[in-house]
């Protein structure tokens, strides 16, 4: 009798809204650094996001607040909850926005590495 196969866990798939070039490959290192297996998606402007957001389900998005194309990464954040209440999210911003919103993780902008990584790091762990 074989062994039963035992099905690997699907890599957590993130969206990265951020309309800063300069910015994204940071946070994307940042992703890779904590958990090398994720499927990670950029978005750099808001009509991008929202069509990757109703194309396939994310576990976590992060999103710039301010975004090129319409809206906030607010406005993307709920939409992300409006299709999954479960996905993780969180937001950046370069402006003085204080506390996220209904609890969503806010990171301040400019960041270093511990920063960033101390931010990113509960949005991945424990697995969803």
Do not use: H, N
């Amino acid at each position: 009798m074989q062994p039963a196969l035992q099905e690997q866990p699907r890599p957590l798939r993130v969206l990265l809204i951020e309309d800063d070039p300069d910015v994204a490959p940071l946070i994307y290192r940042g992703l890779r650094k904590l958990a090398p297996s994720l499927s990670i998606v950029w978005a750099s402007d808001a009509p991008r996001a929202r069509e990757m957001l109703w194309a396939k389900p994310f576990d976590v998005v992060i999103a710039d607040y301010a975004i090129d194309g319409g809206g906030t990464g607010w406005t993307l954040l709920e939409e992300a909850r409006a299709i999954d209440a479960r996905v993780r999210c969180a937001v950046l911003s370069a402006l003085p926005l204080g506390v996220g919103k209904l609890g969503t993780p806010f990171l301040r902008k400019p960041f270093d590495e511990r920063e960033l990584l101390t931010f990113l790091r509960p949005l991945l762990d424990p697995p969803l």
